[in-house]
């Protein structure tokens, strides 16, 4: 007789380790499946993870989790061919507790993570490949492995099983992503010894940064690549959307190999020896891509439910609140036993009043606007260099005469009017 | 029936790094694993109760976290696991860690009578190979080195018959239960386990035993103390140089290679079969 527990977890990431942790601490039966060799094995994210969310779980976590470097500065560059107009914030209130964010490994930060759920009582097995939820009577009883005797049976199966989860299409939660709801991120690990890499981005002890970079980072395409600090590593990347991708016939290696070149970028990454490469889809619909959540036995979580903030490069931490939330829901459920899509609904209740889909919803028209109007990748950033030189360069004219100049020249080539139209739908697509 | 299997957990050989200043693993460049010869080890136990029933035990002696590697050896379908764990066993040689095996191996034994042992060839981090014969020695049992087959296993009768690599071929006999054997890689194919196994695996917590749970022990055999092994020097094989580029168009290359060729044509002579 196949096993019945409480829950069963498909994914071992943030969003599905957060909801086993917390399931485990509430005294639940929790079966978490991960297919990768280990927890993290298969996960790719830029390296950023936000300190909120995660202390929401693991009180503190800061004290024993595998952390990189606190970040204490953010920066971000607007990058033409030859030049970068930048700006940031360094500030040493976030060197210190209760933080802001960190950078991460995930290959070690997922296994210490799921390590904890597995200690609140989660049972985990690595290598099993989810093939399909079994259904009984119009709702979710369990899980199919590729395993022999592969089946396992719960009250409750959550899936967080990812980007494309296969396993929620399969339920028709979900259609099949456009091009234009996802992005393709490519990304290595450099090794560099720690005091180039202070050195080099002006840091003292465990103090880390991170570089977003548009413009000319993605040829111009609606994307962005970052460069962030580890203790002995820095991450590099860069994304743009699928759709751009085949637009522009890009391929994803030579973005990344262009942009490790890129004068403004190079001399960060000399001498460097690349460590992993790694690639991964990452979900950009926003708002609109948000599929039904939640249904008789069942929960999606995560990337799965495509909660991504593309603009603040947040994911893992709308991950991990998911996660909890299900939990939570379930837990609820549980005392009820009442296993149905009207009960489990209180975790898309939760999930709408939070930050997550307010955030979403915020920013649910900037992706499509910037995709459709790319001048603002592909005409602003390279004007907006030019302007930077033009009023920096000491060549005896007046600054009040450089600055009409330079407005005449971004008037002129794109009309005022156009500009003001391009202005304004910028403001709209993000207010 | 009961067959214990010895197992190791070793640091994935694939690819680690050895550090080139010190001639050390570097074993954090690579993750620890269950010894690839012992999980086959583990299958053919698995192989034999399946068919003639009985329990399975796997033992193995390291730090805390080799657990990992009894728990990987329930996933292929070990009933349970014993750990030997304490200071005073590390720095074991070979010898050490056979007298060390074989008091456990006593122990369980007495819990449960042993009626085979079954090891890797050899561990993939030592190539050594001695451990499973040393405990063999010490048990007093027939040592069948280079297993390649189980062709019959009799529990009424007790014995078995194996069949063992050879050079030229193999070798078939038989022997008297209890017996060890280690074996190659080509006697099974590791299972793609079931999910069953992998949750009992999951939930599965070893017996771990320190030096004072073990019986009749003289301390001085064991770990660093018990072991007349010093490695004297450690060293990888030199690294190739690297070899000449020749450039220019096609025709000159040509002639460029010919040149190397018949300077070194002597490399290149066949040697006649008799001559």
Redesign the interface.
């Known amino acids: 007789m196949p096993e019945k527990f409480d829950v069963i977890v498909v994914g071992a990431g943030p969003a599905g380790t957060s909801c086993a942790y917390s399931c485990a601490k509430s005294g639940l039966k929790v079966l978490l499946i991960e297919r990768g060799e280990y927890p993290g094995s298969k996960n790719v994210m830029g390296g950023v993870l936000y300190r909120k969310q995660m202390e929401e779980i693991i009180p503190e976590f800061w004290k024993e989790a595998p952390l990189e470097r606190p970040v204490v500065e953010q920066r971000f560059w607007m990058m033409d061919k030859e030049s970068v107009v930048q700006f940031g914030y360094k500030g040493l209130e976030w060197a210190v507790e209760p933080y802001n964010n960190f950078t991460v490994l995930r290959a070690q930060f997922d296994q210490w993570f799921a390590q904890k759920a597995v200690e609140a009582g989660a049972l985990l097995i690595n290598e099993t490949v989810v093939t399909e939820c079994i259904v009984e009577n119009g709702k979710v009883v369990g899980v199919r492995t590729d395993r022999p005797d592969g089946e396992a049976f719960a009250d409750v199966v959550v899936l967080a099983d990812g980007v494309n989860s296969l396993l929620s299409k399969q339920l028709g939660f979900h259609r099949e992503f456009r091009p234009d709801e996802v992005a393709l991120t490519v990304m290595e690990v450099i090794n560099l010894p720690k005091e180039k890499i202070n050195d080099r981005f002006n840091l003292e002890g465990n103090h880390g940064t991170t570089i977003e970079i548009f413009g000319d980072s993605t040829q111009g395409n609606l994307g962005t690549a970052f460069l962030y600090t580890n203790k002995d590593s820095l991450n590099i990347g860069v994304g743009t959307t699928l759709s751009s991708m085949i637009k522009a016939k890009l391929k994803p290696y030579e973005l990344l190999d262009y942009l490790k070149k890129h004068p403004m970028v190079r001399p960060y990454i000399e001498g460097g020896e690349s460590a992993e490469y790694l690639a991964h889809l990452i979900p950009e619909g926003g708002y609109h891509s948000v599929p039904r959540v939640a249904g008789n036995g069942v929960l999606v979580v995560g990337d799965a439910a495509q909660l991504v903030n593309a603009i603040h490069r947040e994911g893992s931490n709308m991950a991990m609140a998911s996660g909890k939330m299900a939990a939570e829901a379930i837990f609820e459920a549980k005392k009820e036993g009442n296993f149905s899509e009207s009960s489990l609904n209180r975790y898309k209740e939760a999930l709408y009043g939070s930050f997550i889909i307010k955030d979403l919803e915020k920013y649910k028209d900037a992706a499509h606007t910037f995709e459709k109007y790319p001048q603002y990748f592909k005409d602003y950033v390279p004007m907006m260099n030019q302007a930077m030189s033009k009023f920096f360069t000491v060549d005896g004219t007046p600054k009040r005469e450089k600055q009409k100049e330079i407005m005449r020249s971004v008037t002129a080539e794109k009309g005022t009017f156009k500009v003001m139209q391009d202005i304004y739908r910028a403001w709209k697509a993000v207010k | 029936m009961h067959i214990v299997v010895c197992v190791k957990q070793v640091p994935d050989t694939k690819i680690i790094k050895i550090n080139p200043k010190t001639n050390t693993l570097d074993r954090r460049s690579a993750p620890a694993i269950l010894n690839p010869y012992d999980a086959h080890a583990v299958q053919e136990a698995v192989k034999i109760r399946n068919k003639s029933g009985g329990t399975i035990s796997v033992l193995s002696m390291g730090p805390p976290q080799a657990v990992a590697v009894i728990k990987k050896s329930v996933e292929i379908g070990a009933d349970q696991g014993y750990l030997i764990s304490d200071r005073a066993f590390a720095g074991a040689d070979t010898l050490a860690t056979s007298y060390a095996l074989s008091k456990a191996l006593e122990k369980i034994s007495k819990e449960n009578p042993i009626d085979l042992v079954i090891c890797g060839k050899h561990a993939i981090d030592g190539d050594t190979g001695q451990v499973g014969p040393g405990i063999a020695r010490r048990l007093d049992i027939p040592p069948i080195t280079n297993v390649i087959e189980v062709s019959e296993f009799n529990k009424e009768e007790k014995y078995v018959h194996i069949k063992r690599k050879q050079i030229n071929g193999y070798e078939v006999i038989q022997s008297q239960l209890p017996c060890l054997l280690t074996v190659e890689k080509e006697i099974n194919d590791i299972?793609?386990?079931?999910?069953?196994n992998?949750?009992n695996?999951?939930?599965y917590e070893p017996v771990v035993w320190s030096v004072n749970d073990l019986e009749d022990v003289d301390k001085t055999q064991l770990g660093l103390k018990g072991s007349p092994t010093i490695v004297g020097k450690m060293f990888s094989p030199p690294k190739l140089e690297g070899g000449k580029r020749i450039e220019g168009d096609a025709d000159s290359q040509v002639e460029q290679l010919m040149e190397v060729l018949m300077e070194r044509k002597d490399l290149f002579k066949i040697k006649a079969a008799n001559s």
């Open positions: 299972e793609y386990a079931p999910l069953p992998m949750i695996a999951a939930r």
